[in-house]
């Protein structure tokens, strides 16, 4: 178990709506990131934190937005919803920089 | 274009018998391998890695190959049961730099085992 929590576990929220998704761990990690994953698609990166303020770009970044103010919490931030984010979000950590990540339960978004 | 890549979105075992899950890859400077478990409403679990100087790691019931020269993987599940019935991810990263990012993963290979 490697102490990361996601919230909500559920959210159904309406087109251009802003959503922001929490992850927490306990661990105190370095590097945490949040990918998304969709049928036909594996995971894939939106966003990486590398420590406190230090954020970057993944693959598919366009439209979530993050902040890291805290080493324990990662945000991820929709800023205005549309129907092509509807996913199942994960959020990771690894101790060392691209080596073994560890995912939270997963955050189920529904974008109506 | 994909640079992980899991040719097979389903395989059907027979349970004690082994599982081989394929995983092929295109960027050459991918240096570290991993597989992954998901079972449905859950996140992916770590399983197992393989660095690039290696050709094999073994844990247990699993074992991982890698064919650099062939830039491909595969992961044996020996002997097969009914619990590893489940989604396996492979994916890789460039440690050194010179890939993308964090983790890339391939689409997925659903395994089932039969009773």
């Known amino acids: 178990d490697a102490g990361i929590t996601q919230s909500p576990r559920h959210k159904v929220t309406e087109t251009g709506t802003p959503v922001t998704l929490r992850c927490h761990q306990t661990?105190?990690?370095?590097?945490m990131y949040w990918y998304r994953q969709d049928p036909g698609h594996g995971l894939r990166l939106i966003h990486y934190?590398?420590?406190?303020?230090?954020?970057d770009k993944g693959e598919v970044s366009d439209g979530y937005s993050v902040s890291r103010s805290k080493t324990e919490d990662f945000l991820l931030t929709l800023e205005s919803a549309t129907s092509s984010q509807t996913s199942v979000y994960f959020c990771?950590?690894?101790?060392?920089?691209?080596?073994?990540?560890?995912f939270g339960q997963g955050t189920r978004l529904t974008v109506v | 274009d994909q640079q992980v890549k899991q040719n097979s979105p389903s395989l059907s075992v027979q349970e004690g018998r082994i599982s081989i899950l394929n995983c092929d890859y295109t960027n050459s400077m991918f240096d570290y391998f991993l597989w992954y478990k998901k079972y449905p409403a859950e996140g992916p679990t770590f399983l197992i890695s393989i660095s690039s100087i290696k050709d094999k790691n073994e844990d247990g019931r699993f074992t991982v190959f890698l064919n650099k020269s062939a830039k491909h993987l595969s992961l044996h599940i020996v002997p097969s049961q009914p619990g590893d019935s489940a989604v396996y991810f492979c994916?890789?990263?460039?440690?050194?730099?010179?890939?993308?990012?964090?983790?890339?993963f391939g689409k997925g290979t659903h395994l089932i085992i039969q009773p």
């Open positions: 934190s590398y420590g406190v303020k230090d954020t």
């Open positions: 661990e105190n990690h370095r590097y």
């Open positions: 994916a890789a990263s460039a440690r050194r730099g010179g890939g993308a990012d964090g983790l890339t």
């Open positions: 990771a950590i690894t101790l060392k920089w691209n080596t073994e990540a560890f």
